[in-house]
């Protein structure tokens, strides 16, 4: 089923999110000043997401994107 109508299986689109919250939660803990807001994600905003994590969170976008890599 496809409730939003977004073709993805509406099981794989709720399991992403549920990992997606797990990571979120595995990140605000490494970084103790992120908010949920920090770690909003939007479609091609990939730059500028980055970017604000890095400022938050002193590591450099390398470190952090090597960090996404090993959690997820």
């Known amino acids: 089923?496809?409730?939003?109508?977004n073709k993805l299986d509406d099981a794989t689109e709720f399991r992403a999110r549920g990992d997606w919250n797990q990571i979120k939660g595995r990140a605000k803990q490494q970084w103790?000043?992120?908010t949920d807001d920090d770690l909003d994600y939007a479609e091609g905003k990939q730059d500028e997401w980055l970017g604000r994590?890095?400022?938050k969170t002193g590591?450099?976008?390398d470190d952090i994107k090597n960090w996404f890599r090993r959690n997820f």
Not at 1 to 5: S, T
Request: hydrophobic fraction near 35%; aromatic fraction near 0%.
């Open 1 to 5: 089923m496809d409730v939003n109508r």
């Open 53 to 55: 994590l890095e400022r």
């Open 59 to 61: 590591e450099t976008v």
């Open 32 to 34: 103790g000043n992120l």
